[in-house]
């Protein structure tokens, strides 16, 4: 029989085994931070990139690798983009003579940190200052590929330098009812994660824009009541046909479900090319907060992504002071939750800090898989060698209490 001591020690020994499975349950939790085109230029910036980032103890990093028709890899799909090489579209397609995605994924991989690749998905071009002719970008190897408006125009980029008729710069998305675009989307994405070991593939603008509000004249109502894009003549031709309606101003349900249709379409063939070459892949999405809104006025229809398998972590972009608004957001989705897929609410690190430590309190009450914050440049000055901001400073002593596991391999 034992005695007293000998029970002590063995209750003390099953504690111990125990306990530490239980703490790595509670304590995987997925700590994200977006990293723009716009932080990096040269090698040296990537490591530093990703030291700051172990030091703050994030355990993801979205590393942004397309951004507008053009890449950050040596790709036989599309060009490279300019922004490594000078200050003007005159570059694109320019080698920058190093590889920024090769040096990310081994950066983060010796720290321990998972690289998600981060590609603007729609978007191919966003200034009026064009590239090159021979560069190989969209805007001139395939102009009907790009969204039209409600009367029917092309998507031109809107530029407030140059074209004061228009409220902000934004970019000239691509049609994703154009069946050659999806194509072209998925041989790069497969392209992509063939050649490169990236922990996950991180979507950003998969969806139509709403943000742009200029409109053609007369077409006003048609565009605030069925949204201004893509009435580009394939799209229009397709709709009608798949549809038996002659056009969307007569079901505005149809055409909503019917644009949506096409963007699933693409997480569908992204999802069984990608999984080919890297089965635990993890594919996100930087998504509208509210999942109903996202499906309405973006058709961005990304709890059926979840549902069908094609999506695996919905990261929301639920940038708001307002903590109310930010709770009431997260609750929306998670009443939605499928059965699978990880829900990691997004939020801005421009406020204030007792706002971000606030909310990250409220991902972890309402029991969501983590937070993702927007982003770096918050943290860190990328024009003055990287060095720390007051905000990232308060976030280690608010928010970023010792390292954690992602939860990714928890119920796959």
Known sequence: ????????????????????????????????????????????????????????????????????????????????????????????????????????????????????????????????????????????????????????????????????????????????????????????????????????????YIRYPREIREVAAGYEERAEKLGNWSYDPVSLARFSKETGVAAPDLDLDAWIKWRAAQITDLTRMVSERVRKHNPDIIISAAVMADPEDAYRTKMQDYVTWMEKGYLDAAITMNYTGDNAKFEARCKALLERRPDKGWVVPGMSLGGKAETIEAQVEITKALKTDGFAGFAYSHLFDRDNGHKAKPMAKEMVQRVMDGKVKTPWKKGR
């Not at 703050?56 to 979205?62: A, I, S, W």
């Not at 490594?84 to 320019?94: A, I, K, M, V, Y």
């Open 1 to 204: 029989m034992l005695n007293r001591l000998q029970l002590v020690v063995v209750m003390v020994q099953c504690l111990v085994c125990f306990y530490p499975a239980q703490a790595a349950e509670r304590e995987a939790q997925v700590r994200a931070l977006w990293v723009t085109r716009w932080d990096y230029k040269t090698p040296a910036d990537v490591r530093k990139i990703m030291k700051n980032c172990e030091a703050m103890r994030f355990n993801v990093v979205l590393f942004q690798v397309r951004g507008s028709g053009t890449v950050f890899y040596p790709s036989e799909i599309e060009p490279w983009a300019w922004e490594l090489t000078s200050e003007g579209p005159e570059t694109t397609g320019e080698d920058p003579g190093w590889d920024p995605l090769k040096v990310a994924v081994k950066e983060a991989h010796r720290r321990k940190i998972e690289l998600h690749a981060y590609v603007n998905v729609y978007p191919a071009w966003r200034s009026q200052k064009f590239p090159p002719r021979d560069s190989g970008q969209l805007w001139w190897e395939h102009p009907d590929w790009f969204m039209c408006d409600a009367a029917g125009n092309r998507m031109i980029p809107r530029d407030a330098e140059l074209d004061e008729n228009v409220s902000r710069d934004w970019y000239s998305f691509l049609s994703p009812g154009v069946p050659a675009v999806n194509e072209h989307l998925a041989d790069l994405f497969e392209e992509l994660v063939k050649n490169y070991d990236v922990d996950g593939l991180h979507y950003d």
